[in-house]
């Protein structure tokens, strides 16, 4: 059974901290190109980092320079550093993968197959 499993989620002060982890069951990660995606009520789904087969990373705008996705090859897992967080940084956070194999396609999160989905971890900075 395919399944991705996101933790790490929290509270924490503007300024702080967060770690979060995405493992794996049922594939390979590194085979993938990953992503984190948020959620917050009352604005647009927004995909935040992701990390292709060949290691590359791509950041929105956003978080760039805060957020920081990274392979953990030997847990089968995608972890997501958050630091400096904001307010703004609340929300669902979920990671994703899907078959795209060029890390620019990964970039873009270009339609590849079939997309696996974890099922979040709520985020909630307070100012």
């Known amino acids: 059974q395919v399944q991705l499993v996101e933790s790490g989620g929290g509270s924490v002060q503007a300024g702080g901290s967060l770690r979060l982890s995405c493992v794996g069951s049922?594939?390979?990660?590194?085979?993938?190109?990953m992503a984190w995606f948020r959620q917050a009520p009352g604005k647009e789904h927004e995909r935040v980092a992701t990390?292709?087969?060949?290691?590359?990373?791509n950041y929105a705008d956003s978080v760039k320079g805060r957020f920081t996705i990274s392979l953990d090859d030997g847990r089968n897992a995608v972890n997501l550093q958050i630091d400096s967080v904001r307010p703004e940084d609340s929300g669902t956070y979920y990671c994703?993968?899907?078959?795209?194999?060029?890390?620019?396609?990964?970039?873009?999160?270009?339609?590849?197959?079939?997309?696996?989905w974890g099922l979040g971890t709520q985020v909630t900075v307070s100012s």
């Open positions: 994703a993968s899907r078959g795209v194999t060029s890390s620019r396609g990964c970039a873009l999160w270009r339609p590849l197959g079939r997309d696996e």
């Open positions: 049922g594939l390979s990660l590194s085979r993938y190109c």
């Open positions: 990390l292709s087969r060949d290691g590359s990373s």
